[in-house]
């Protein structure tokens, strides 16, 4: 789809996407304006037809990424006040173009899903995010690309708690079918709260009876669960159980992980571990299916 | 049928109405026509001239708006007749004696006064003058003398300037219009307090409020009325967002009208509710307009339009019609106007009405949905002599030949000699001064060092009829620096909005002065109100925004 997009294969781009559910629509969306020269494509289609809807998304998303690489992807406090200006910008630009796509196309979950991306960037809070997010899950209940910009929202570094952000985390999960990807969020969440911890109490935390629990839950009713398939979402949710599992040293489960990964995975949550993500990938897949054969 | 007439030089219009008769009698001229050092002068002028009609069983009120000032009453044909005449003839030789007491009385008025949401909304839009002036308190009422009574009445209280209606079968047979002579007064040009709009500025309430000016015309009507419908369903009944969320549509000037939205919110919704907002408005401007919504409109205002004009109430609105040099419309003509509205035309208002719009958030920014922040700050300061704070090092306060400004690192404001409307004075010394763009510089002589020599300067700059004295303040009001806490950083900012004050602090300061009207109709003259406009929304709208109604009286 990239491919089509910069050969400015619109017609094209659309035979691609119009035919996803909404939650693969919806991310397809959210990646596929990545491309170098997106930008200019994008806004010369939504020129001659502003009621475009995925046009609208990807081309917010595509204004987006290009504040979020101005802004650099670490903390506030190492990010400089001109490259928050920067960032701002961009996400302004985005948003005005969201707000207008979002106007003719209320129905229109993937512009949505983009406005959470801004709404948090441009630090417009809780409430208006919930707002964004409510639209998302009104047309379609579990859309996974929402619940990740959901799930970082409600992190305490963009605002949210963890009293906030876990309860939602498995609400979603067990709003969803058994087998389906939600389970993915349990994981989530606490991966990202381990990785607030200090250094040296990180494991003690996920090693937690509660914790422990938790995600054993979500595992069972996600990646380990029969009915768990093919369905959008689930490398994501194999890779974040494969690396909880990992770091638990409960090498079993994670060796049935990478066993269904085969060749794939994804950056996320790897990258934090530092090195080269890849690399990281690797040492443990092979430990634990080492593991698992003794 | 609406009958043109003329009685003694004034023109008249007549109609019958069910029930029993009303009459009025209204002036071209309000709080807009007011500079603000005599900020009340209309309002005075209209206690006064009641003050002879005193007589209690009368059903009579007298009202101060925007743009226009009436007297009304309801009752037999020779008590109309008898209180109009009494009012004309009270306004020929007004009872001066009265004026302390009438002055002590609007205070206690406007004490007892809450404020608005909207109240603030026309000093951001417009500055400290002409349509700004409904956002000031009666500030001008201890510098009102009894010739500056006498001019005002001859300037706007007059024959040529005045309309009257009558609700009922005829003229009451004794009624006589004995006003002096003058000219018709045109509504003021409208200024602007904004480089670029849309504009938005941080309000103090956590209410949202918008406001646009969009051309006066049935489909700037329909728009408001379906904006309404909008906002109701999005952020009340779907999001949650909201408990109060309206539109209101008011005629502003000769050709233009002033749509207003307010909604408020929960502390923990604000974002939502202005993220809701911006997301209803740009629903409607890409034209995504319910044909359902417009037809609900039309049918609503349509028969808000039939019961008023059965009621006689439509009179006021097209006397003052008449007055601001309009035609009189017939009911009919009205509700042909509202039927032909088409959904493109409503987009079209909204898209209009997008790009004139101010926003008053409920505390957030709104920078990020395209609106620009309206100014706080000046431009520029005067070059002068510095008196350094007593206790914030980067602030000084500069009095020059031209103005007075106060300077900091992050702030800046001033306030030149000759675009200052009022300085209000204070026997110890401190000075409040008021830009014609709205911008504030208070002047406290205990917080710079050397300052009395300061006040000296300005007094001598500022001319007389700017100034307005006020009673000597409590010690304790008179602000003092701040000392230093012992073993800690001097704040760079410790009172940011004390002295380098912007136009907030009058908004939000509690100033309870609005629009008397609004409060006049919602309270004494529910009647003509209900009368007039029909439904408990619109009345709820009135009083929520403080708005002035003596415009929703023109709403048709």
Request: proline fraction near 6%; hydrophobic fraction near 45%; charged fraction near 25%.
């Amino acid at each position: 789809m990239r491919a089509r997009l910069t050969a400015k294969d619109w017609t094209g781009v659309r035979a691609v996407v119009d035919n996803l559910s909404p939650s693969a629509r919806t991310k397809i969306v959210r990646h596929g304006g990545s491309a170098d020269g997106s930008e200019q494509v994008l806004r010369e289609v939504l020129d001659r037809d502003p009621a475009d809807g995925t046009a609208a998304a990807m081309l917010g998303h595509c204004l987006i990424d290009i504040g979020w690489k101005a802004r650099s992807s670490y903390g506030a406090e190492h990010v400089s006040r001109d490259q928050f200006k920067e960032f701002h910008a961009w996400l302004r630009q985005a948003e005005a173009v969201l707000i207008d796509g979002a106007a003719r196309n209320p129905r229109d979950p993937a512009i949505w899903a983009a406005r959470l991306v801004s709404a948090r960037g441009l630090e417009l809070g809780l409430a208006e995010a919930r707002r964004r997010y409510d639209r998302v899950k009104a047309l379609d209940p579990h859309n996974l690309t929402a619940q990740f910009q959901m799930l970082q929202q409600l992190c305490p570094k963009w605002g949210g708690s963890w009293e906030l952000l876990h309860p939602w985390a498995r609400a979603e999960m067990l709003a969803a079918p058994p087998g389906a990807a939600q389970g993915v969020l349990v994981a989530e969440a606490h991966i990202e709260h381990w990785l607030e911890l200090p250094a040296g109490t990180r494991t003690a935390y996920l090693n937690g009876a509660s914790v422990r629990r938790e995600l054993q839950e979500a595992a069972d009713r996600s990646v380990l669960h029969p009915d768990f398939g093919r369905d959008n979402g689930w490398v994501e949710a194999t890779s974040a159980f494969a690396f909880v599992f990992s770091l638990l040293n409960d090498r079993r489960s994670a060796a049935r992980l990478f066993v269904l990964l085969g060749e794939l995975a994804t950056e996320y949550p790897w990258q934090y571990l530092g090195g080269d993500t890849a690399e990281q990938i690797r040492n443990h897949r092979r430990r634990a299916l080492a593991g698992a054969a003794r | 049928m609406i009958k043109q007439i003329e009685i003694d030089g004034v023109p008249a219009l007549l109609a019958p109405a069910a029930g029993a008769g009303h009459a009025g009698l209204a002036f071209r001229v309000g709080f807009a026509d007011e500079p603000l050092a005599r900020r009340g002068i209309t309002h005075l002028i209209e206690h006064l001239a009641l003050f002879s009609t005193g007589v209690a069983d009368y059903h009579y009120n007298g009202a101060t708006g925007v743009e226009y000032t009436f007297f009304h009453m309801h009752g037999s044909a020779d008590e109309l007749g008898e209180f109009l005449t009494a009012v004309c003839t009270s306004l020929r030789g007004l009872p001066m004696h009265r004026l302390a007491v009438e002055k002590d009385l609007l205070r206690a008025e406007a004490n007892g006064r809450s404020s608005g949401p909207a109240d603030p909304m026309g000093l951001w839009r417009h500055g400290a003058r002409d349509y700004g002036l409904p956002s000031y308190p009666e500030w001008g009422l201890p510098a009102i003398t009894e010739d500056d009574l006498r001019d005002w009445v001859q300037r706007y209280f007059t024959r040529e300037n005045a309309v009257l209606w009558v609700a009922g079968d005829e003229v009451p047979a004794g009624l006589r219009l004995d006003l002096p002579t003058g000219v018709r007064r045109k509504p003021p040009a409208m200024s602007s307090a904004l480089p670029v709009t849309p504009a938005w500025f941080p309000g103090g309430s956590g209410v949202l409020v918008w406001d646009a000016l969009v051309p006066r015309a049935p489909r700037s009507a329909v728009f408001a009325g379906v904006l309404e419908r909008v906002m109701f369903r999005e952020l009340r009944q779907e999001g949650g967002l909201s408990y109060a969320a309206h539109a209101a549509y008011e005629p502003v000037g000769v050709d233009h009208a002033q749509v207003t939205a307010v909604a408020d919110a929960l502390p923990d919704k604000q974002g939502a509710v202005l993220g809701g907002f911006v997301d209803v408005l740009a629903g409607l401007r890409v034209g995504r307009i319910d044909e359902a919504d417009v037809a609900a409109v039309v049918k609503k205002q349509t028969e808000a339009l039939r019961h008023a004009d059965e009621q006689g109430a439509r009179l006021p609105g097209q006397a003052l019609n008449l007055l601001c040099g309009r035609e009189v419309l017939e009911a009919d003509e009205v509700i042909d106007g509202l039927r032909a509205v088409t959904a493109a035309e409503i987009a079209q208002v909204a898209a209009e009405a997008w790009e004139a719009g101010l926003l008053m958030t409920p505390h957030t920014r709104a920078d990020w949905a395209g609106f620009t922040a309206a100014p706080t700050h000046s431009e520029t300061a005067v070059a002068g002599t510095s008196y350094r704070s007593r206790d914030t090092p980067d602030e000084k306060l500069i009095v020059g030949a031209e103005g007075v400004s106060i300077v900091s690192d992050t702030n800046r404001v001033t306030v030149r000699f000759d675009d200052c409307v009022i300085m209000r004075a204070w026997p110890d010394g401190g000075r409040h001064l008021v830009g014609a763009d709205g911008i504030v510089v208070f002047v406290e002589p205990t917080l710079y060092k050397g300052a009395r020599d300061a006040v000296e300067r300005l007094d001598a700059s500022i001319p007389a009829a700017v100034r307005v004295e006020q009673p000597a303040r409590d010690p304790g009001q008179i602000p003092q620096p701040v000392q230093p806490v012992p073993g800690t950083a001097p704040s760079a900012s410790p009172r940011p909005w004390r002295r380098v004050i912007v136009l907030a602090l009058v908004a939000s300061a509690g100033l309870a002065m609005t629009s008397r009207i609004g409060y006049e109709l919602a309270h004494d003259l529910v009647d003509v109100q209900t009368g007039l406009v029909g439904l408990a929304a619109t009345l709820a709208v009135t009083v929520l925004c403080g708005a002035g109604a003596v415009r929703a009286l023109r709403t048709r």
